[in-house]
């Protein structure tokens, strides 16, 4: 395989544990794939690519493995249920989930080499309790491969293991989405453009971000707070609705150029989401309705009258309902918003009316639980976060598609 520069630095690295951080569209996968066919060259060898899920492990890597070892007339059998490939050495290459209750899925293989693809989602039991001691009886080698997701994360503490000197087991690697030569500079700059500061250094520049203190960093009080006035009535609104019964909170915008203009709020306590639909038709009469609510409300039921959801009242009332199938991982949805509030260009997305007075006093107080990276629940500021979350996160998710230059095909000898 004709190696970028990065990535043939780990492959050279002999050491036995190695630990690769990396930021988007570097080309993990493919290096991960080539390391994996790498060690199954040799006769007899048990190898596994683990993967934060099952379902990940099927769509990410095994149509890629299959293909690769087919163009090299490596392959013995196939078994697509337990996607396990065994090849004409009798090495076999097996991808798993590290999503199996209790880890069951995983224990009681000796293995060789292991890949862990996505490291920073992957329970750090999954390591230490399981995949570790499956390594002791052969002394195999393990590579992590993953884009940060901050500091006191598994990835970031296997980073240091590389990082101690005195430990000549473990070698670290970080590489940016640029020096991985698959991104060009253009689409680097876009990605700019549409994220956060934080949110960019951690994604495409590879950086542990400490996600600690306020929430909705993104928000300033003189710069995202205005009293924009518009010269014809709106004749759309957009609400996005967090349906926490006490209170029922609901943020409600309109988009301009781009940018979401945050007209009012409504938090109602004790109510259901029939008074919600009233609130909301009497607020905006004569308007068309779309709605960005909780995607759970698809099965949820806070209606006045048993056995209605609460997507099924709002779509009856002629509201239109646009929500996904299951919810964005919350990280991703406060990333959404923080970019919109503002981009790594200093550009401002969201723009709030000054009677909105909750949703601001929401963004400057909420903040993450301390010592971890989970968004403090109890403190009464997370409603109207969260409300503007779904809509945000719905319009302008930060997950995008980026043109990828065309990557090398590789090949190596398999031992007979």
Known sequence: MKLSVPQKSVAQDQTRFRTVVAGRRFGK??????EI????????QVCWGILPSYRQAKMIWWDQLKTRLNKLNWVKKINEAELSIVLKNNSKICLKGADGAGFENLRGAKLNFLVLDEAANIPQQAWTEVLRPSLADTKGKALFIGTPKGVGNFLYDLYQEGLDTTNDSWSSHTFTTIQGGFVDEKEIEEARRDLDKK??????EATFVTYSGLVYYGFKRSENVKELRFTTPQKMIHISIDFNIDPMSAVCFVIDNNRIIVIDEIEMYGSNTDEL???IYSRFPGTKIFAYPDPSAKARK???????????????AGIIVKAPNKHMPVRDRINSVNSKLCNGKGERGILIHPKCKKLISCLERQIYKPGTSQPDKNSGHDGMNDALGYGVSYLFPITRQYNVQPQVNWSVRIAK
């Open 29 to 34: 996968t493919m290096l991960a794939i080539r």
């Open 37 to 44: 066919c790498y060690h199954a060259r040799i006769p007899e």
């Open 199 to 204: 949110t960019f250094e951690q994604e495409f």
């Open 302 to 316: 806070t209606s006045a009258i048993a056995g209605r959801t609460d997507i099924s009242l709002l779509a009856n």
């Open 277 to 279: 639909v009233n609130e």
